[in-house]
Structures are given as structure tokens and as C-alpha cells.
């Protein structure tokens, strides 16, 4: 059975960092895709950053290279999504998704069938 269970969330300051890691359990294989999406009250889910794992590529959502950075621990099958200089508009509950992969891992919600159950995450300025 896949899990995927997120932890890391809190409240920083506007330009805080927060680093937010997902555990995923129960997915085989060298290559998956995992990715992390953030969804504010009132708004669509939007896709921050994906990974391949076991390989090198990782995927942006618009404008969020400059501040957030997705990586994958092999070892212990863990995926984190490293967050700097923090702004109240980055308030949201974040979650970490993960999918048999089948070429690029763009963080496309519709194309992501394991999901965790999210972490809060709450900017003030």
C-alpha cells in the first residue's frame, strides 16, 4: 500500500525558510515521479516543483525555481522541497504526490495518483 506522509510545516516570517519532507512508503522501481503542490483556501492547486527519481531532472512550476528547491534521498525514499525567502502569498497546505513514472514528472496534479495529507505552511508579514 502506498503512503506518503509530509511533515515540516509551521509558521516563518516573511523571507523565512521552511524545508518540507515527504516519506513515501510502498512504490517500487528505480523511477518515479514525486512532486510537491500547495493549495491556498479559495484557490486551485498549483503545482510547485516534480523529480525523477533516480535521476538528476526536476520540474518547476512558473516562477517557483528562483526560491524553492525539490530533491530525493534514495536511501529512505524521501522528498523534500527546500523553501527560502518565504512571502505571505506562499501561505498554503502543501502537499507531496507520487506516480509511476512514465517520462517527465511535471507537478500536473491530474497526472499524480498517491497523495499525501498535507502540511501547513503560514507566512505572515
Known amino acids: 500500500q502506498v503512503q506518503l506522509v509530509e511533515s515540516g510545516g509551521g509558521s516563518v516570517q516573511t523571507g523565512g525558510s521552511l524545508t518540507l519532507s515527504c516519506v513515501v512508503s510502498?512504490?517500487?522501481?528505480?523511477?518515479?515521479?514525486m512532486a510537491w503542490f500547495r493549495q491556498a483556501p479559495g484557490e486551485e492547486r498549483e503545482g510547485v516543483a516534480g523529480i525523477k527519481t533516480g535521476t538528476p531532472l526536476t520540474y518547476y512550476g512558473l516562477r517557483k525555481k528562483d526560491r524553492f528547491t525539490i530533491s530525493h534521498d534514495n536511501a529512505t525514499n524521501t522528498v523534500y522541497l527546500q523553501m527560502s525567502n518565504l512571502r505571505p502569498e506562499d501561505t498554503a497546505m502543501y502537499y507531496c504526490?507520487?506516480?509511476?513514472?512514465?517520462?517527465?514528472?511535471?507537478?500536473?496534479?491530474?497526472?499524480?495518483?498517491?497523495w499525501g495529507q498535507g502540511t501547513q505552511v503560514t507566512v505572515s508579514s
Open positions: 510502498g512504490y517500487t522501481g528505480s523511477s518515479n515521479c
Open positions: 504526490a507520487a506516480d509511476v513514472s512514465s517520462g517527465y514528472c511535471y507537478p500536473n496534479h491530474l497526472a499524480y495518483t498517491h
